[in-house]
């Protein structure tokens, strides 16, 4: 599992819906948004979001399939916090890394 946010770019899809996101590192896409519980309100563009999922592929682009989605849009602090580990972390390795960075090394 992977916790991932982003501001939604795109929404595609009526029964499997696919959503684009774009965070400070580049864009991943998140596939089965309809069916996650409450999922619904994130769907909307410019929404910033936090997706919990399985990562599905990582290659040409990261691609999550969504267990749970929250809209984070009411408190800018989730995405000015989005950066984690200020200082060295054991968990991330080097100080400053993103969590998609650490997502796409496993997948490689």
Known sequence: MVWMQGTVLKVTGDQNTT????????????????????GRPCL????????????????????????????LSGNPFHQSGWRLCSKPCPALGKPGRLLKDVVSQACS
């Open 19 to 38: 959503v684009h996101l774009l965070d400070e590192t580049g864009t991943f896409i998140v596939t089965a948004a309809s069916s996650v519980p409450r």
């Open 44 to 71: 909307r563009r410019g929404k910033y979001v936090a997706v919990m999922g399985s990562v599905q592929s990582c290659t040409p682009e990261l691609v999550v399939r969504a267990v749970k989605m929250a809209d």
